[in-house]
């Protein structure tokens, strides 16, 4: 058995990580690393180009996780691939808008070898992915192992639509893959389940693991604190913009800006969001009976509101003119998407406010808006000029990850006997949840694997 990170590794970026297991090769994610360009972005996938990758397994559908899917494919042709059954419906959607976005940006940022991958290389992999529903046990077999086989089964991730961790139990032992998870309830998608079955060897995320901050967080106070900030907003005329990523976080607050309407905590405003946040709307409602909801009867089209694209933002932004809120992608805010635009014009404007409700990274567009102080001048990344910020800005705080408390309870219940940390949003990440674990438990082996680092486990 073997385990050896080809992206991501400890921290956040291109997620991807080869496990050989019974003699079958698999790769568990193929993401794309979302602040890199070209094929910095992309996964090492010369450290596996030698063994036979039998099965790709993808945990879910944010770019980090599946972006550099096709390119998987090209490198390794040999592969099937499988995820959840809402990821199945996914999946092509969010990869033929990275095409799109890299088609835009060969031309703006002349960067010669994009696109990496076509649309026709997409439409492609709808021939070798399987879509398998939770907690329901599939077979993966290779070319040196057709016989046997390991059982694979998908359990809740929570998270985001679709995600899933990832149980193998074969003969060389039992593992679990967490993927990105929630342990808690979001508004739509309820917390992860664990397996109950034994496991030998955790492979865990820690994204909030040097998040102290995080533990202490009440969604209920979060609600409220939005309240607030959009009905001083709508006081002064103006309109609040929640940059947001198309899936998952969009949908999420589509349904809580529509749910404090209809329980008239705020006023009647209309509600935009960005296209593909619609798109993925749709395959919410087509996928409920098999998403792990909170409330399997909420459809979201009996939901009121409207599109705005990339071009609408450029030409008149009517909906700037009267109270509104725009969910609008994405949620780093990179170049010449929806969010990016829109902010750079309602930056200008006192009675507006910008609102982030997740992570921003420190050298994204929203990181330096929502880190910028009122009335300074700002540049944004891709922009020579600046940008006065009079704007109103505001933070509120609701997670598509557990806190480092739930990861650690994770691992307790689980109490395998070896852990594999990835996925840190930082090297204080890693070592705080390696401390925890040893302090508890010193017979369980730890491990932080550098990128092409190989684990004999």
């Known amino acids: 058995m073997k385990f050896q990170s080809i992206g991501g590794g400890k921290h956040i970026g291109a997620n991807c990580h080869f496990l050989q297991l019974d003699r079958i090769g698999m790769l568990l994610d193929a993401g794309m690393h979302p602040a890199r360009y070209g094929h910095e972005s992309l996964p090492s996938f010369d450290f596996v180009r030698d063994h036979l990758i039998d099965a790709i397994l993808i945990t879910h559908c944010h770019l980090d996780h599946i972006g550099a899917l096709p390119m998987a494919i090209k490198n390794l042709p040999h592969s099937r691939i499988f995820m959840t059954y809402a990821s199945s419906f996914l999946y092509s959607t969010l990869l033929h808008n990275t095409v799109t976005v890299m088609r835009l940006l060969k031309e703006e940022k002349d960067i010669l070898e994009y696109p990496l991958y076509s649309h026709e290389d997409v439409d492609l992999v709808?021939?070798?992915?399987?879509?398998?529903?939770?907690?329901?046990?599939?077979?993966?077999?290779?070319?040196e192992n057709t016989h046997e086989g390991i059982e694979g089964k998908w359990y809740p991730a929570g998270h985001t639509l679709g995600a899933g961790g990832l149980y193998l139990h074969a003969r060389e032992g039992r593992l679990f893959y967490t993927g990105d998870t929630s342990a808690s309830n979001q508004f739509l998608i309820r917390g992860a389940i664990e397996p109950k079955d034994p496991v030998d060897i955790l492979i865990s995320e820690c994204t909030l693991g040097a998040n102290e901050e995080a533990e202490s967080i009440k969604r209920k106070q979060e609600v409220q604190t939005l309240i607030k900030i959009l009905n001083e907003t709508f006081n002064k005329k103006g309109t609040v913009l929640i940059?947001?990523?198309?899936?998952?976080?969009?949908?999420?607050?589509?349904?809580?800006?529509?749910?404090?309407?209809?329980?008239k905590l705020i006023p009647d405003v209309d509600i935009y969001v960005s296209g593909m946040g619609r798109a993925i709307a749709r395959i919410y409602d087509l996928t409920i009976e098999y998403s792990h909801r909170v409330d399997d009867q909420y459809f979201f089209d009996d939901v009121e509101f409207s599109v705005i694209d990339q071009q609408d933002t450029l030409s008149h932004g009517l909906w700037l003119k009267r109270p509104s809120v725009i969910i609008?992608?994405?949620?780093?805010?990179?170049?010449?998407?929806?969010?990016?635009?829109?902010?750079?014009?309602?930056?200008?404007?006192?009675?507006h406010t910008i609102?982030?409700?997740?992570?921003?990274?420190?050298?994204s567009a929203a990181h330096v808006v929502a880190h910028s102080k009122k009335h300074e001048s700002i540049v944004l990344p891709g922009l020579s000029e600046s940008v006065p910020r009079h704007c109103r800005i505001e933070r509120v705080h609701f997670s598509g990850h557990s806190t480092r408390q739930e990861v650690l309870k994770t691992i307790q219940n689980i109490n395998p006997k070896k852990l594999i940390l990835v996925h840190g949003g930082n090297d204080a990440a890693l070592e705080w949840m390696n401390k925890q674990v040893t302090d508890w438990n010193n017979k369980i082996e730890v491990m932080t694997p550098e990128i092409g680092q190989t684990i004999e486990l």
Not at 248 to 258: A, D, F, P, S
Not at 330 to 350: C, F, I, Q, V
């Open 126 to 143: 709808s021939y070798i992915v399987q879509g398998m529903k939770f907690e329901k046990s599939f077979k993966i077999y290779g070319h």
């Open 243 to 263: 940059p947001a990523f198309a899936l998952g976080k969009t949908q999420e607050m589509l349904w809580l800006v529509n749910n404090l309407k209809q329980r």
């Open 328 to 351: 609008a992608s994405s949620g780093m805010m990179h170049e010449n998407t929806p969010s990016y635009w829109l902010a750079y014009k309602m930056m200008r404007e006192p009675h």
């Open 355 to 363: 609102c982030f409700v997740g992570y921003t990274s420190p050298d």
